[in-house]
């Protein structure tokens, strides 16, 4: 069976959110290059000047240009992390800019055929436009009800520790200045990695939560919602063992970072509108999707023991889903360990 028309809709704009994140992504990767090329160039003066000198592992522990490094570090990423916040923030306000235009397409195309919100609107049941005002709490605000620049700033100083401590680590270990500068660039790559997850992540949620604000705001309408996993070999399987739980519109969806599950309305069917008609059957989910894929795929995406136990019939897919509260990113659905099923 096809996807419903809503699907359709609803994976549409989510291409939309993707190249809008992809675009926030790529201006953080170029604002982190001139971040990346001082601390680099800062640390390849101190392993030549410690490794010249042949300085001893307490002597390198004390350098003042360890803990100089340290300093500049902090204000590098400082810097750095105002330009992630106002691209974020930017982001943030155009998504929910793209919700706004888009939920009232997705719930039109998920009513049942040969009604539309037009229709609707005939006979008094209207779409309720929400006010930009109301969605401003999505904006420049993180998971966890905070400033996105709270969040980014949490990892400066723990950053600045780990790359002078690999730095401290490769000298006295007594590696080469390449071997030093390549494990100290493996740390330098953290905080632009935390920022590209972090810059998904809000923009989606920013995205996710004004939707659902926008068919809380439609009940007459909107009656819940459906999670729809993204159906590639790069979504997490937990995401595709919850495809099509149904939520309230009060509920928000309970995501992870980097979660690109969408959120389908369950609209007015035609036994609400008083009609005698059967309502359209659910289209395949995402664990049609998964069960279709090559044992290569299925394994890869489950762990070998987990895809062992699913095709010993001792664990299903629901069972490789957990969910635990975040203090950042809330309510969270992630996989399970091996190790907690007993595998």
Same mark, same amino acid.
């Given at each position: 069976?096809?996807?419903?028309?809503?699907?359709?809709?609803?994976? #549409?704009?989510?291409?939309?959110?993707?190249? $809008?994140?992809?675009?926030?992504?790529?201006? +953080? +990767?170029?604002?982190? #290059?001139?971040?990346?090329?001082?601390?680099?160039?800062?640390?390849?003066?101190? +392993?030549? $000047?410690?490794?010249?000198?042949?300085?001893?592992?307490?002597?390198?522990?004390?350098?003042?240009?360890?803990?100089? =490094?340290?300093?500049?570090?902090?204000?590098?990423?400082?810097?750095?992390?105002?330009?992630?916040?106002?691209?974020?923030?930017?982001?943030?306000?155009?998504?929910?800019?793209?919700?706004?235009?888009?939920?009232?397409?997705?719930?039109?195309?998920?009513?049942?055929?040969?009604?539309?919100?037009?229709?609707?609107?005939?006979?008094?049941?209207?779409?309720?436009?929400?006010?930009?005002?109301?969605?401003?709490? $999505?904006?420049?605000?993180?998971?966890?009800?905070?400033?996105?620049? #709270? =969040?980014?700033?949490?990892?400066?100083?723990?950053?600045?520790?780990?790359?002078?401590?690999?730095?401290?680590?490769?000298?006295?270990?007594?590696?080469?200045?390449?071997?030093?500068?390549?494990?100290?660039?493996?740390?330098?790559?953290?905080?632009?990695?935390?920022?590209?997850?972090?810059?998904?992540?809000?923009?989606?949620?920013?995205?996710?939560?004004?939707?659902?604000?926008?068919?809380?705001?439609?009940?007459?309408?909107?009656?819940?919602?459906?999670?729809?996993?993204?159906?590639?070999?790069?979504?997490?399987?937990?995401?595709?063992?919850?495809?099509?739980?149904?939520?309230?519109?009060?509920?928000? !969806?309970?995501?992870?970072?980097?979660?690109?599950?969408?959120?389908?309305?369950?609209?007015?069917?035609?036994?609400?509108?008083?009609?005698?008609?059967?309502?359209?059957?659910?289209?395949?989910?995402?664990?049609?999707? $998964? %069960? %279709?894929?090559?044992?290569?795929?299925?394994?890869?995406?489950?762990?070998?023991?987990?895809?062992?136990? !699913?095709?010993?019939?001792?664990?299903?897919?629901?069972?490789?889903?957990?969910?635990?509260? %975040?203090?950042?990113?809330?309510?969270?659905?992630?996989?399970?360990?091996?190790?907690? !099923?007993?595998?």
């Amino acid at each position: 069976m096809p996807p419903s028309e809503a699907q359709k809709a609803t994976e #549409e704009m989510a291409k939309r959110l993707a190249a $809008f994140e992809q675009d926030a992504a790529q201006e +953080i +990767i170029d604002a982190y #290059e001139p971040t990346e090329e001082n601390i680099r160039k800062r640390t390849a003066q101190i +392993i030549a $000047f410690a490794q010249k000198r042949k300085l001893p592992p307490w002597q390198i522990a004390r350098m003042t240009a360890m803990t100089t =490094l340290r300093a500049q570090v902090i204000g590098e990423l400082a810097i750095y992390q105002s330009i992630v916040n106002g691209i974020i923030t930017i982001r943030q306000a155009g998504a929910v800019a793209l919700s706004a235009q888009g939920t009232p397409m997705i719930a039109n195309a998920a009513l049942p055929q040969g009604i539309t919100l037009d229709m609707l609107d005939n006979i008094g049941i209207r779409w309720n436009m929400l006010p930009a005002e109301a969605f401003n709490s $999505f904006v420049g605000i993180s998971g966890d009800g905070k400033p996105v620049g #709270e =969040l980014l700033s949490r990892y400066g100083p723990e950053n600045a520790t780990k790359i002078t401590a690999e730095i401290r680590s490769g000298i006295v270990s007594g590696k080469g200045p390449r071997a030093v500068a390549k494990q100290a660039q493996k740390a330098t790559g953290v905080p632009l990695s935390q920022a590209l997850t972090i810059s998904r992540t809000e923009i989606n949620r920013a995205h996710r939560e004004s939707t659902r604000l926008n068919y809380a705001a439609n009940s007459n309408i909107v009656k819940g919602y459906r999670r729809v996993a993204t159906k590639d070999a790069t979504t997490c399987v937990a995401c595709i063992a919850l495809d099509g739980t149904a939520y309230e519109t009060n509920e928000p !969806l309970d995501s992870h970072p980097n979660c690109r599950c969408a959120m389908v309305p369950a609209t007015l069917q035609y036994s609400d509108l008083g009609l005698d008609i059967p309502d359209a059957p659910q289209p395949p989910g995402a664990q049609d999707w $998964f %069960n %279709n894929q090559s044992a290569t795929t299925q394994q890869k995406m489950l762990g070998t023991k987990k895809y062992d136990a !699913l095709k010993q019939g001792k664990i299903s897919l629901s069972d490789v889903v957990t969910t635990k509260s %975040n203090s950042v990113w809330g309510k969270s659905s992630s996989v399970i360990s091996d190790k907690a !099923l007993g595998l």
